[in-house]
Structure formats: C-alpha cells, structure tokens
C-alpha cells in the first residue's frame, strides 16, 4: 500500500523516524592537497549543482537525473528544492549515490495540489521512503498568512540544489577502527555500492549517520562554531563514519514535460566546482550535516554564523528599517536567529567548501560575483499561426544569502520583513530591493538600459515590463525564480510553463526577435541571474539559453 506524507513542515515530515539526539554536525577542512577556489564548470560536472528551474504547474512534470562520474567513490549528496518566492526551502533529503550510480526522480502535482517526488531508484535515500513513496512537499517555512491552496501553489515553481557534502571511499581509514581491531573495507561503502542492481542500504550502517554525530575535524576543532575535543581513532568523526572529502564529479539533467501535450524541454545543471591549481581532483571540505530535524547546538546563538550566509538563520543580520521608528537600525539588528536551524538546513550554497574561506558570507559573496551579469540576450517566438508562445526564466541563486523575507516579523508583510546579511552590499540592499505581494523584487537596472527589442527585420523599440495583471512598472524581478512571459497580455498563467508564482508580462511589438535586458544592478555591478529562453508552439519545444555581459 502507497503511503501519503501529510505534515505541515520539513521538521513533522522528518520528525520521529528516530532522528533524536544527536550531538553536533560540522564542516571538516582537510589537511593537503586542498581546494583553493570555486569556480563555474562549463563542462557541466563539479561539487555543487545548480537546476534554475522545476515546475509542477498546470499538466507539466519535472524530470530529474544526476549522475556520479567518479567510478571509485561514493558520493552523500544533500538535494533541496526551494520555492519561486522567496527561496523557501520546500523539500529536502539525502541521497547516497554509489561509483558511477545514475538517480533519477520525477516531481509532478499531486491531488492536493502540492509538488510531489516519488522515484524507483534504488540508491540509498535518507530518509529512506523517498525512495519507496510519493512525497508531497511540506509548506512549514512558507507565508503562514497564505491559504493552503496558495501554499500549494508556492510549491509548484523554484529551484534545486545538490551539494556533494562528501565522498565515500571503499577502504575504511585509520578513524574507523582501533588499533586492535583493524578493518580494511569501509561498511558505509558496502551499505550503499550496488549489487546486482541494488543497493543494500543496510538500515545499520546508514544509522550511523544520525547518531553519536560530533562531525568535527579533530584538527581544527577549536575554530570550528561549536568546538568538540576528540581523539582519534573514534568512529564519531566524519571520516570515522566512513566518510571522505569530496572531489566532486557530480552532473544533473532536468527535463520538463507536459505530460498532455507531450511537449519536452530539458538542459543541464549548472556546475560548480572546487579546485586547486592543475590537480584534476582536490580535496574540499566535508560539509555533512545529518538529515534530521534536530536543531543546532546554540542555533539561537552564533553556531550558525559559521556555517551559512542565511540572514534568517544567522545571530547578525540587518533589517530594511527599524520597525519601531522607521530608521535604520543598528547590525546585527537581533543576536537571535528569525529562525531556530535545524540539521536539514545545511549545508546550502553558502556553507564553506574552502579551507581558507571560514566566512560563508565571502562563499555567498563569490558565488554571486561568478553569476553576475549586467545584460541578459535571448530570443523570443509568439507567432500566432503556429500558436508559439515564449516565457524567459530567470532565477537568482545566490539571493537568499544576501536577502530574505522573515515572515514572522510583520503581519501583514511590509518592506520591514526584508533581513539582510552583514556583509559588503554589492548586489543587494535596501535601494534596489522593495517587498511586492510577499515576494522580493529586485530592480534589475540600476541605468538607462531597461528592456530593447529588435525584431527579425532590425527594427528596434523600448519596451516595459507589465506586472499581472496588466499595471506598467520599471524593470524588476519580483520572486527568486521569475519567469517572464512575452506578449502574455494580462493572462494569470505564462504560455510555455504555465507559471504562475512569480509571473511577469512583457508585451513587444513583435511576434518574433531578440531582446536584450539590463540586469546592472547596483553600482554597475550586475546581477546574478541564471536561466533560458522556454520556446513552445504546436509543432515542438525548445531551450535556448541566456546569453551574458559579466
């Protein structure tokens, strides 16, 4: 018999399946042959991946494939889907790949209107009914001022993330047993390497991975957030649970269907990866957290400053306005964390893959700066004739650890529900930045470039962006994951994805052409937006992606 997920959040999904009791989880630096930067990977593998859009809506499906490359090790791997809004997190597990292991899942609308993941892989999942249920989305971190049908609606359209948080070897290391007790072969590589088609899981060995959980390296432990002493050999360490830094060696590839009209688009994560002068494999750092609703030890205090860029999670964050007399008020604006962080939480995009980056804020920083654009080109097709419709996805990552909304702040939200990280305001604060309907928007050029159209025959024109349902704005990306649909009119839904949570219209002159969109930013600086132009008419589907001014 199928079971049904029906919590209210990630803590009551994840809650009670015996996660209790952990101790602290952290972020390992290794010893030698470190990796000293990240950088975007265009041949498409790396230790973070990044899928700028999924979506449920209407009668469309999202397919997703990743792939571990490396054919010696393992790989534990954090995925979370984040909502269109605001960059809410909405889903998230572990998953144990094995060496050149291929997951693959289908997230599609289920009957209470919410995204659903269920796959028949059989790799190894953490919680492990993900790989043997359907499973709904939890709206816990979502406005709790919407309806539960806008709830569900939020959870119909963001984004993905995949981090590796580490490899996993097949010999065991000197931290996994005693001295007179000596193992050769790792069991968490046993638990999880395929036989004959399946992977054992084995439920024991898989345990380890939530209890007895002081994950801190043993060297550094006194710069850690949360420090621990430890002496080696002890099986409390990562590397003691049969984990390795990670090198890496992670693709994805997504696809859209809808699955009434049959129409298809599908591309590729985008790659970062963490290297190291010539060496093809480097060693970044483990950043295993367990898969558990536990929270932090000292998350309402400064453990998780350590850790991520968050301003939601973070003791120091700056408000857009002090609440209480309208000026700015003084950073950090609270010594305690809007939200109290749990283990599934981390790591995200900000946490330190990098030895010599202790600070998430500089990994949020650069990672911004990598994706920064000033000008986004791409086409677009509306011919009527063949009933082509055109929607541009754009989607901004890296935001949430400059930027978020602390829903519980204000009732109703205003302008002083947006929280800012203290750190150097390069891409995002409160000039460029504004709260519309529950959702941050970002004014996309801080000059004079605004939208410019050309059509086939190189006629050119200005043009505007319409904000549903149909009052002329400047230019601004309203939700983390925007989708900009051209020649919409004043429809509610865009005509390629059926998009609906963070809808902008844009009307051009005509039918067919390219536009070029300044996406400056604040001081010139860019923005970093990722995405493609989502082509449909009766005939086919295509992806084409954006092309940028860094």
Not at 31 to 43: D, G, K, P, V, W
Not at 192 to 215: F, Q, W
Not at 507 to 536: D, H, I, M, Q, Y
């Amino acid at each position: 018999m199928r079971k049904s997920i029906l919590s209210a959040s990630i803590a009551a999904m994840i809650g009670g399946l015996g996660f209790a009791g952990l101790a602290n989880a952290g972020v390992h630096a290794p010893a030698a042959n470190q990796a000293t930067a990240l950088s975007i990977n265009e041949a498409g593998t790396g230790h973070i991946l990044i899928v700028p859009y999924f979506t449920t809506q209407g009668t469309n499906a999202t397919l997703l494939n990743i792939t571990n490359t490396d054919t010696s090790n393992g790989k534990l791997v954090k995925i979370r889907f984040r909502g269109a809004s605001n960059s809410d997190d909405i889903f998230d597990f572990t998953l144990a790949l094995s060496p050149g292991d291929v997951w693959a899942a289908k997230v599609s609308q289920g009957t209470d209107g919410r995204s659903q993941l269920e796959t028949s892989d059989k790799s190894c999942t953490l919680p492990s009914f993900v790989a043997t249920q359907r499973n709904s989305f939890p709206t816990g971190r979502l406005n709790p001022a919407l309806t539960d049908a806008q709830k569900a609606n939020e959870t119909r359209e963001g984004y993905i993330e995949i981090l590796t948080m580490a490899d996993i070897p097949s010999a065991a290391n000197s931290d996994q047993f005693a001295a007179a007790s000596p193992i050769t072969t790792n069991p968490l590589f046993t638990a999880i390497k395929h036989v004959n088609g399946v992977a054992p899981c084995t439920t024991a060995t898989l345990n380890t991975l939530r209890t007895d959980s002081e994950y801190y390296d043993i060297a550094a432990a006194a710069a850690l957030p949360v420090p621990v002493t430890i002496t080696a050999p002890t099986t409390r360490t990562a590397r003691g649970k049969g984990l390795n830094y990670p090198t890496g060696r992670l693709m994805a590839n997504w696809t859209i269907i809808d699955t009434v009209k049959t129409a298809t688009f599908s591309g590729a994560a985008v790659a970062v990866r963490a290297a190291g002068g010539a060496a093809t494999d480097v060693n970044a750092n483990i950043v295993f957290f367990p898969q558990s609703d536990d929270l932090v030890p000292n998350a309402g205090g400064t453990a998780l400053d350590g850790l991520t860029a968050d301003p939601l999670l973070r003791s120091a964050n700056r408000l857009a306005t002090n609440p209480a007399t309208g000026g700015a008020p003084a950073a950090p604006a609270s010594a305690t964390p809007f939200i109290a962080a749990s283990y599934y939480d981390l790591p995200d995009l900000s946490t330190p893959y990098l030895a010599a980056t202790t600070d998430p804020r500089a990994q949020a920083q650069a990672l911004t700066a990598a994706l920064a654009a000033k000008s986004v080109i791409n086409e677009y097709l509306t011919t009527t004739s063949i009933a082509a419709t055109t929607d541009w996805v754009f989607s901004m990552p890296t935001r949430r650890y400059n930027v978020a909304v602390n829903y519980r702040f204000t009732s109703p939200l205003s302008t002083d529900s947006r929280v800012y990280t203290t750190w150097t305001a390069d891409y995002f604060d409160a000039t460029n930045t504004s709260l519309v309907n529950g959702q941050i928007c970002v004014a996309a050029d801080s000059g004079a470039a605004g939208v410019n159209q050309w059509d086939r025959e190189e006629t050119t024109t200005s043009s505007q962006f319409v904000i549903s349902p149909g009052t002329v704005n400047n230019v601004r990306f309203c939700g983390e994951t925007s989708v900009l649909a051209f020649n919409n009119g004043t429809n509610t839904s865009s005509g390629s994805l059926s998009a609906s949570v963070a809808l902008q219209n844009l009307n051009v002159n005509a039918n067919e052409g390219w536009v070029s969109l300044g996406t400056s930013g604040l001081s010139s600086r860019g923005l970093p937006v990722l995405g493609a132009a989502f082509a449909k008419s009766s005939a086919f589907g295509a992806v084409w992606p954006h092309r940028y001014t860094r």
